[in-house]
């Protein structure tokens, strides 16, 4: 006689088989997300040494967060320069939101790019797969997938409007706690734009109703986490708790971009480790550059915080009250 599966016991061999892919799925897609962690915390450490080595090379300056780089910019009135003088000192100049794709990648005007010996894999995270805004429009191919903290170099070494009231670190020996200040993070797709990320500083240190996000958003590709590097050369993974981190919900660069996420742990934790406040800003003279956005001291003699090769004295700051 013939021996067979009858339907029934296939069925059931069948739906155990289906069960323990069910199982085993969500951990593959674990542990494949726990690998591109890794490749992801490395290239934060490489970024953070080209960082380091870039100060060493530069009286201990660090790189500009972010600096205009764009072919319809004019300054100083002269049609040879069409950036801010202060691109050659920037970690990634100008913003990947537009159609429009520069004489030169973003990447390769960077500060780091030299002393990252030109690989620009270094500048993508492997898990970083999407382009959002961009690929349904079009839109040349986004390369970078990290940002580094505004108030770490500042915009051309300055805070943006509203931000004059925290220390913008100029140079390795202004971090007083760099263990606890972060430089570069991955950040959201969707909100990724200029060089920078701006943790908004609303309610530090004890008024969480204040909480918000404004325009950028980390990451939350690595097991609902996102990986962080820090002044004292050491990189972390942080996992996300709040819903309002873990997806952004609207377009963020509508308006101003703010987003109320009252209590939310993640930001208290982001304002840790950001920046703190400025001693005397509110007796200094600020001047708001319309440019940029940004708002430094007056007077200043350069465009940055320190002089660049191709920068002469500014006779006059070209800027409104």
Same mark, same amino acid.
């Given at each position: 006689?013939?021996?067979?599966?009858?339907?029934?016991?296939?069925?059931?061999?069948?739906?155990?088989?289906?069960?323990?892919?069910?199982?085993?799925?969500?951990?593959?897609?674990?542990?494949?997300?726990?690998?591109?962690?890794?490749?992801?915390?490395?290239? +934060?450490?490489?970024?953070?040494?080209?960082? %380091?080595?870039?100060?060493?090379?530069?009286? *201990?300056?660090?790189?500009?967060?972010?600096?205009?780089?764009?072919?319809?910019?004019?300054?100083?009135?002269? $049609? %040879?320069?069409?950036?801010?003088?202060?691109?050659?000192?920037?970690?990634?100049?100008?913003?990947?939101?537009?159609?429009?794709?520069?004489?030169?990648?973003?990447?390769?005007?960077?500060?780091?790019?030299?002393?990252?010996?030109?690989?620009?894999?270094?500048?993508?995270?492997?898990? *970083?797969?999407?382009?959002?805004?961009?690929?349904?429009?079009?839109?040349?191919?986004?390369?970078?997938?990290?940002?580094?903290?505004?108030?770490?170099?500042?915009?051309?070494?300055?805070?943006?409007?509203?931000?004059?009231?925290?220390?913008?670190?100029?140079?390795?020996?202004?971090?007083? *706690?760099?263990?606890?200040?972060?430089?570069?993070? *991955?950040?959201?797709?969707?909100?990724?734009?200029?060089?920078?990320?701006?943790?908004?500083?609303?309610?530090?240190? +004890? %008024?969480?109703?204040?909480?918000?996000?404004?325009? $950028?958003?980390?990451?939350?590709?690595?097991?609902?986490?996102?990986? &962080?590097?820090?002044?004292?050369?050491?990189?972390?993974?942080?996992?996300?708790?709040?819903? $309002?981190?873990?997806?952004?919900? &609207?377009?963020?660069?509508?308006?101003?971009?703010?987003?109320?996420?009252?209590?939310?742990?993640?930001?208290?934790?982001?304002?840790?480790?950001?920046?703190?406040?400025?001693?005397?800003?509110?007796?200094?003279?600020?001047?708001? +550059?319309?440019?940029?956005?940004?708002?430094?001291?007056?007077?200043?003699?350069?465009?940055?915080?320190?002089?660049?090769?191709?920068?002469?004295?500014?006779?006059?700051?070209?800027?409104?009250?």
């Amino acid at each position: 006689m013939k021996r067979a599966f009858t339907l029934i016991e296939l069925l059931v061999v069948i739906a155990i088989i289906a069960i323990l892919a069910a199982l085993l799925l969500p951990a593959l897609a674990r542990a494949k997300s726990s690998g591109t962690a890794a490749a992801c915390l490395n290239n +934060n450490r490489q970024l953070l040494i080209a960082w %380091n080595n870039f100060s060493g090379d530069n009286d *201990d300056h660090i790189v500009y967060a972010s600096a205009w780089y764009h072919p319809g910019f004019l300054y100083g009135g002269g $049609d %040879n320069l069409k950036y801010e003088p202060t691109v050659d000192a920037s970690w990634c100049a100008s913003q990947y939101i537009g159609p429009n794709k520069p004489p030169k990648d973003w990447i390769e005007v960077s500060a780091l790019f030299y002393y990252l010996s030109n690989n620009m894999g270094v500048f993508r995270c492997p898990e *970083d797969k999407h382009f959002g805004e961009a690929k349904e429009k079009g839109w040349p191919e986004r390369m970078r997938s990290y940002s580094i903290n505004l108030y770490a170099g500042g915009w051309s070494g300055w805070p943006l409007r509203g931000d004059q009231m925290w220390t913008i670190y100029r140079q390795q020996s202004d971090f007083r *706690d760099p263990a606890n200040r972060f430089v570069l993070l *991955d950040m959201d797709d969707e909100s990724i734009n200029a060089g920078n990320f701006r943790v908004d500083m609303a309610g530090w240190p +004890n %008024n969480s109703k204040a909480y918000q996000f404004r325009q $950028d958003w980390p990451a939350s590709w690595h097991n609902n986490g996102c990986t &962080f590097s820090f002044a004292d050369g050491h990189a972390e993974r942080k996992r996300w708790q709040h819903d $309002d981190t873990l997806r952004v919900g &609207f377009n963020p660069h509508e308006g101003e971009g703010i987003k109320a996420s009252p209590g939310n742990p993640d930001i208290a934790w982001m304002q840790e480790r950001a920046t703190r406040p400025h001693v005397g800003w509110d007796q200094l003279n600020w001047v708001y +550059n319309p440019y940029t956005g940004a708002i430094m001291q007056k007077p200043w003699p350069w465009w940055g915080y320190w002089r660049m090769p191709s920068e002469q004295t500014i006779p006059g700051l070209p800027w409104t009250e």
